[in-house]
């Protein structure tokens, strides 16, 4: 059964789903309002308005300068939330068009092997379409450049509407503030593609942003949101219940507390389950049928960090990071489930510090769960340091992906193993199941 949260995303669709094409189309994956002189924002475009935004160069040996010129701009910053003006949700919407269907030749960018569309090239996508949604909230016509550094603090949620992408239809995004704190803001966005004449929804993904100083040291204040009519006002409540959600799965959190009566006896059980019968000792573990050892369902990558995937801030892009964990994660549930998986969602990815150019970026991919037909995937990456031998995290990502037939069970057997699996479990029934 479906999540009531993504019941509720489907039902309660944004005004941002109200945006598709309804007049007489081709059947082709040209959509009418991508034709040639339309007025839109190219999804090529996006990366070139956010750099004049903060006003950032397109050289990588000139970012130096770029970044000294930008300190200047901490005198703009307002020294409280009061001091700066409402908005409104529609004045941060904004739409971005993917023309695969008419502009053939920006397919290779987004074409697999299998002639289905990558992914990863999406989550590239909605995180540089995030930002520039935050920061149209946050503009200032007053000043030439934004004082703020906006960055992805977390991916809430992204849900599956479908789980064919057409590498020849055309693909509309669109999107808009849906709530704000006192420095970060919600960002819901919609996915959808032009097929047998009308435009499909997609996908649904609720990102989370932080302002930051011009130096992106410390936080900084945004604009105020107020909501108008039921179905804003519901928007922003829902902002509110996610921000009350993630505090107290961060409380509730196995790194802080442990497991539940419940989930205690989940992972007894599982140890029992894995006894060798034929001896009187803990330590003689034998693997089920139709199981897989937990250490046995990893994958591995490395990353040189090179200036060509840096963001407007001279760090790297972390829709990059999730391109390349998506990547590593959708290999490790494909060599488990012994086929191409289907995407069902990406939940609660943390972006818990900056990847920093020339960094040696380690990601490690784990089967830490399986029910049926699905496999949860955890993506953990970290920075290595070759000088000081140092791991420093800067995300984690969780994936759901589902599979043709059921898949072998994931049998931890240490411990450390076991949180893996509780907490698996969890963003499990958080996207699939309640």
């Known amino acids: 059964m479906l999540s009531q949260r993504f019941l509720l995303l489907r039902s309660t669709a944004s005004l941002t789903t109200r945006a598709f094409c309804a007049g007489r189309v081709a059947k082709s994956g040209r959509a009418p309002d991508m034709a040639e ?38 005198s703009m910053l307002a020294k409280s939330q009061a001091d700066l003006p409402a908005r409104r949700m529609k004045d941060s919407y904004i739409e971005v068009h993917l023309p695969l269907g008419s502009e053939p030749q920006l397919r290779e960018k987004y074409l697999t092997y299998h002639n289905t569309v990558r992914f990863g090239r999406i989550l590239e996508d909605l995180d540089s379409i995030a930002v520039l949604i935050s920061y149209s909230h946050t503009h200032n016509p007053a000043l030439p450049r934004s004082p703020l550094s906006i960055v992805t603090a977390l991916v809430d949620k992204i849900d599956m509407r479908q789980h064919i992408i057409y590498p020849d239809c055309d693909i509309k995004f669109t999107g808009h503030v849906t709530w704000v704190g006192k420095t970060s803001i919600e960002a819901k966005m919609h996915m959808s593609q032009f097929h047998d004449g009308a435009y499909r929804p997609v996908l649904d993904a609720t990102f989370v942003m932080v302002a930051r100083d011009p130096e992106n040291k410390r936080a900084a204040f945004v604009n105020p949101l107020t909501p108008e009519g039921p179905e804003e006002k519901k928007l922003f409540q829902e902002g509110e219940t996610n921000k009350s959600r993630r505090v107290e799965l961060s409380t509730a959190s196995l790194l802080k507390v442990a497991p539940t009566d419940e989930e205690r006896k989940i992972v007894h059980s599982l140890f029992l389950n894995t006894l060798d019968s034929k001896t009187v000792s803990f330590r003689s573990r034998v693997l089920p049928p139709t199981s897989v050892w937990m250490e046995d369902a990893k994958l591995k990558g490395l990353e040189i960090c090179h200036p060509q995937e840096r963001n407007i801030f001279n760090r790297i892009f972390g829709g990059f990071l999730m391109r ?31 990847v920093d150019i020339g960094s040696l970026l ?72 309640h």
């Open 324 to 354: 390349k964990a998506y990547e590593l994660g959708w290999a490790n549930a494909c060599s488990y489930g012994g086929c191409r998986p289907n995407l069902v969602a990406v939940d609660d990815i943390l972006f818990q510090k900056p």
């Open 37 to 74: 002189g339309s007025a839109h924002l190219h999804v090529s475009n996006v990366r070139n308005r956010l750099r004049e935004i903060v006003g950032a160069s397109t050289n990588w040996s000139d970012h130096q300068q770029a970044l000294a010129e930008r300190v200047s701009l901490s």
């Open 362 to 433: 380690l990601l490690s991919s784990q089967v830490c769960y399986t029910e049926g037909k699905h496999i949860q995937v955890r993506v953990h990456s970290e920075v290595f340091d070759p000088l000081t031998r140092q791991h420093n995290t800067t995300n984690v990502f969780h994936f759901t992906f589902a599979s043709d037939s059921d898949v072998p069970n994931i049998v931890p057997k240490t411990y450390g193993e076991s949180m893996l699996f509780l907490d698996g479990k969890r963003h499990f029934n958080q996207t699939v199941t």
